[in-house]
């Protein structure tokens, strides 16, 4: 079946502007996850979804990162006023739910995001 | 918290040569174990996993790895290693049973096949 897909693959943008990054999670898959690779960071916890409650938001860098998820399915990660050091693979991952219990998560082939 | 480490940031081995990727973590309760696998330009791909039961666990690509709790170890070894391996493997954990959410990762081996 299908996997994680992300849109778009590459983003470049001039520092100061604003950029949405979208995941598409396995159908079914009720948890959905954005992380962050970077070079001097490594792989970085950005929020979690997990059905209708609320978000966790632990891993978000700043106030310009914010993250919907509509209709239980699609998600949007957006950067307000981008900077430098947001340049970095966005990745989105997604999992099944079993009460008390963790998940695999699949993830999705990223967006380079380069900030000029 | 749970903390992973992979002390080779970087392993060269010659094709058809045995290797051992070390990944060595630390929680103060119960968590699941997974090996995910990086090709160039790709996302993260699932090479194996331990949730319970049997200690060694086999993945694809002939992959496996031993779940040490003693030593706090899961290190992953494949007896011989093909050009295609080329890739950076990460060891990820989390906590086994607080329900879903976020994986703990490794900083990352970059293993490189030599011909």
């Known amino acids: 079946g299908a996997g994680v897909s992300q849109s778009p693959s590459n983003k470049v943008t001039e520092k100061g502007k604003d950029v949405e990054l979208r995941c598409d999670p396995i159908?079914?898959?009720?948890?959905l996850y954005w992380y962050r690779q970077s070079l001097g960071q490594g792989l970085e916890f950005l929020i979690y979804?997990?059905?209708?409650?609320?978000?966790?938001k632990s891993g978000l860098p700043s106030d310009r990162f914010s993250a919907e998820r509509t209709g239980g399915s699609v998600s949007t990660l957006t950067i307000q006023r981008t900077q430098q050091e947001d340049s970095a693979v966005y990745l989105c991952?997604?999992?099944?739910?079993?009460?008390?219990?963790?998940?695999?998560?699949?993830f999705g082939p990223g967006t380079r995001l380069t900030v000029l | 918290a749970q903390s992973v480490t992979q002390l080779d940031s970087q392993v060269p081995v010659f094709e058809e040569a045995p290797v051992e990727l070390r990944c060595n973590y630390s929680?103060?309760?119960?968590?699941?174990l997974f090996w995910y696998v990086q090709y160039p330009n790709q996302g993260l791909q699932l090479l194996l996993k331990?949730?319970?039961?049997?200690?060694l666990v086999k993945g694809i690509n002939g992959f496996e790895a031993e779940f040490n709790k003693s030593q706090t170890s899961f290190h992953l070894r494949k007896p011989s290693v093909h050009i295609s391996d080329t890739a950076e493997y990460f060891c990820?954990?989390?906590?086994?049973?607080?329900?879903?959410?976020?994986?703990?990762f490794g900083t990352g081996t970059r293993l490189t096949i030599i011909p």
């Open positions: 331990y949730l319970s039961g049997s200690t």
């Open positions: 990820a954990v989390i906590r086994s049973n607080f329900g879903n959410e976020k994986l703990t």
């Open positions: 979804f997990q059905g209708n409650s609320a978000p966790d």
């Open positions: 159908s079914g898959h009720t948890a």
């Open positions: 929680s103060s309760v119960s968590v699941y």
């Open positions: 991952a997604s999992s099944s739910w079993t009460s008390g219990r963790a998940n695999t998560q699949y």
